[in-house]
């Protein structure tokens, strides 16, 4: 179980900013436009450094813009897209703390 003085001790503050990054549709969402995930990291990367360059101490990744069809359990590839473009954000930003 985490401690607050360890949440305090990754993000630096008792206080943290948290910003969310809302994902283009992934494969497997029936409104995916089948183009491949170049786009959708392109803008993930994007917004994330809009977020840092805003000050924000760490963000949160979701595929916000996939309408919910899948209630109980997400297609894995859309789980495995998620994860790679996560992949890709945190590696543009290692210092970040990410979720």
Not at 2 to 10: A, R, S
């Amino acid at each position: 179980m985490t401690t607050i003085t360890e949440f305090n001790e990754v993000f630096g503050t008792s206080k943290p900013i948290i910003g969310m990054i809302h994902l283009k549709p992934l494969p497997g969402s029936p409104v995916y436009n089948g183009k491949g995930l170049s786009a959708v990291i392109a803008q993930a990367v994007e917004e994330a450094g809009k977020l840092v360059e805003g000050g924000v101490d760490g963000f949160q990744v979701e595929n916000y813009n996939d309408p919910s069809y899948f209630p109980d359990v997400a297609p894995a590839e859309t789980v495995a897209s998620l994860s790679i473009v996560a992949h890709e954000v945190h590696k543009a930003f290692p210092d970040t703390p990410m979720g």
